[in-house]
């Protein structure tokens, strides 16, 4: 295999990262043992108290780290190449720790209107219960991004590319901006995954993660990852200790296994992506179709900067009504109608009752969202059994309407 990120630290190229982990070796198991214990016994004091003084990369109790999670870890963070990651026990629970470490009662935070709705969420609760002020700005205006950062602003908080209209957001720009102001850049890297975009080394603080999507690639597990410096995540884990909510070793192991395929699932699915884009594109049925990987996209040249492996596994489309969309969606038969994306299974979901649902019409409108909108994550299935569904339901959601 090819390594299309050869400017990654270390010997090792992408591929051979994900199968064997920063640090190979050519004796013992081949797979990481699941070590299932929740607390571990010592020889005596000064032994448990060296092991607890490793933190999370101790094999102590098992909230403060454990050895199939830790090795999961760092195999994440060979992949990005990130000094440290932290597994959560959620997507939701990996953004709301890196908030919690970052952010002190009172401070100022600046987030994208486009973010995810669980994003959106924890910063209302973090508006009522902890006096953060929040500040949301438009992923498509990034002129007017400086105005909302101010000296008190402690995180600048973006996606990319942005859900359900794939939005494009210059990282390297977003983190001079943060910088300047004295504020973290977090991104949260999702649709693109680690090995389709790397946000820290554009300048972000903390590169944040459901794993749930493409990382565990399967729709099997539900956890997350924050990724950065030893010292950003020095905090975060902090805040892991503190709350609890971290994977076990069958889930860590799980996602371990996952990351062996992950340039071969991502590069795969990207591919068929663009593809099926470019096909949408010349249907009569679809009014406009949103994907970076074409050239029409006003993200494009940025997001062909910026991320590899291609441009992620999520396009969607505009069916110019809600009924046809909903019709599109009721007659896929290989798209399962469900609320996830980045997995080998291709998935189909209306944003307007699903995702953004709490927006209502008016706020779709603001946020751009069409509500004819439908949002495709597509998989590692045949293309041409794929193609197949997407006619014979852009067909019945034409004679519907
Ligand atoms: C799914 C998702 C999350 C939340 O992750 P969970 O694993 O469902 O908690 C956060 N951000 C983005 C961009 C997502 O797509």
């Given at each position: 295999?090819?390594?299309?990120?050869?400017?990654?630290?270390?010997?090792?190229?992408?591929?051979?990262?994900?199968?064997?982990?920063?640090?190979?070796?050519?004796?013992?198991?081949?797979?990481?043992?699941?070590?299932?214990?929740?607390?571990?016994?010592?020889?005596?004091?000064?032994?448990?108290?060296?092991?607890?003084?490793?933190?999370?990369?101790?094999?102590?109790?098992?909230?403060?780290?454990?050895?199939?999670?830790?090795?999961?870890?760092?195999?994440?963070?060979?992949?990005?190449?990130?000094?440290?990651?932290?597994?959560?026990?959620?997507?939701?629970?990996?953004?709301?720790?890196?908030?919690?470490?970052?952010?002190?009662?009172?401070?100022?935070?600046?987030?994208?209107?486009?973010?995810?709705?669980?994003?959106?969420?924890?910063?209302?609760?973090?508006?009522?219960?902890?006096?953060?002020?929040?500040?949301?700005?438009?992923?498509?205006?990034?002129?007017?991004?400086?105005?909302?950062?101010?000296?008190?602003?402690?995180?600048?908080?973006?996606?990319?590319?942005?859900?359900?209209?794939?939005?494009?957001?210059?990282?390297?720009?977003?983190?001079?901006?943060?910088?300047?102001?004295?504020?973290?850049?977090?991104?949260?890297?999702?649709?693109?995954?680690?090995?389709?975009?790397?946000?820290?080394?554009?300048?972000?603080?903390?590169?944040?993660?459901?794993?749930?999507?493409?990382?565990?690639g399967h729709s099997?597990?539900?956890?997350?990852?924050?990724?950065?410096?030893?010292?950003?995540?020095?905090?975060?884990?902090?805040?892991?200790?503190?709350?609890?909510?971290?994977?076990?070793?069958?889930?860590?192991?799980?996602?371990?296994?996952?990351?062996?395929t992950?340039?071969l699932r991502v590069a795969a699915a990207n591919a068929q992506a663009l593809e099926l884009?470019?096909r949408?594109?010349?249907?009569?049925?679809?009014?406009?179709?949103?994907?970076?990987?074409?050239?029409?996209?006003?993200?494009?040249?940025?997001?062909?900067?910026?991320?590899?492996?291609?441009?992620?596994p999520v396009l969607?489309?505009?069916?110019?009504?809600?009924?046809?969309?909903?019709?599109?969606?009721?007659?896929l038969t290989l798209f399962r109608h469900a609320?996830s994306l980045g997995g080998v299974d291709s998935l189909v979901?209306?944003?307007?009752?699903?995702?953004?649902?709490?927006?209502?019409?008016?706020?779709?409108?603001?946020?751009?969202?069409?509500?004819?909108?439908?949002?495709l994550s597509v998989g590692v299935e045949d293309v041409a059994d794929l193609w197949a569904d997407l006619e014979q339901a852009?067909?019945?959601?034409?004679?519907?309407?």
């Amino acid at each position: 295999m090819s390594d299309p990120d050869r400017s990654r630290p270390g010997p090792f190229g992408l591929h051979t990262r994900a199968v064997h982990g920063p640090n190979p070796e050519s004796s013992g198991p081949a797979s990481t043992p699941i070590v299932h214990s929740a607390t571990f016994g010592f020889d005596g004091l000064d032994a448990l108290n060296e092991e607890q003084f490793k933190g999370r990369a101790g094999a102590y109790y098992q909230r403060v780290g454990h050895p199939t999670l830790y090795a999961c870890e760092q195999r994440l963070a060979s992949l990005e190449g990130a000094e440290a990651a932290l597994l959560f026990s959620s997507g939701v629970a990996a953004v709301a720790a890196a908030f919690m470490a970052h952010l002190r009662a009172g401070d100022h935070v600046v987030a994208l209107h486009q973010c995810y709705g669980g994003t959106h969420d924890l910063l209302e609760w973090g508006r009522e219960r902890l006096g953060w002020q929040v500040t949301l700005v438009d992923a498509r205006e990034p002129a007017s991004w400086a105005a909302a950062l101010r000296p008190g602003t402690k995180i600048f908080h973006v996606e990319s590319p942005t859900n359900p209209m794939l939005c494009v957001i210059d990282l390297a720009e977003a983190a001079t901006l943060a910088r300047a102001r004295g504020a973290r850049l977090t991104v949260d890297n999702t649709f693109a995954s680690p090995i389709g975009q790397h946000p820290l080394a554009l300048g972000a603080d903390l590169s944040i993660y459901s794993a749930t999507k493409s990382i565990g690639g399967h729709s099997d597990l539900l956890a997350g990852v924050v990724m950065g410096s030893d010292a950003a995540i020095r905090e975060v884990w902090r805040v892991r200790k503190t709350f609890g909510g971290l994977p076990g070793p069958d889930v860590a192991w799980q996602i371990e296994r996952s990351l062996k395929t992950l340039p071969l699932r991502v590069a795969a699915a990207n591919a068929q992506a663009l593809e099926l884009a470019k096909r949408l594109t010349a249907h009569p049925a679809v009014a406009s179709v949103a994907y970076p990987g074409l050239e029409a996209h006003p993200g494009h040249v940025i997001a062909a900067r910026q991320m590899s492996l291609g441009f992620g596994p999520v396009l969607s489309i505009d069916l110019r009504s809600a009924a046809a969309a909903e019709a599109m969606v009721n007659a896929l038969t290989l798209f399962r109608h469900a609320p996830s994306l980045g997995g080998v299974d291709s998935l189909v979901g209306l944003p307007a009752h699903t995702s953004h649902i709490q927006l209502g019409a008016d706020g779709r409108a603001r946020a751009g969202i069409p509500e004819g909108c439908v949002r495709l994550s597509v998989g590692v299935e045949d293309v041409a059994d794929l193609w197949a569904d997407l006619e014979q339901a852009l067909a019945k959601a034409t004679v519907t309407v």
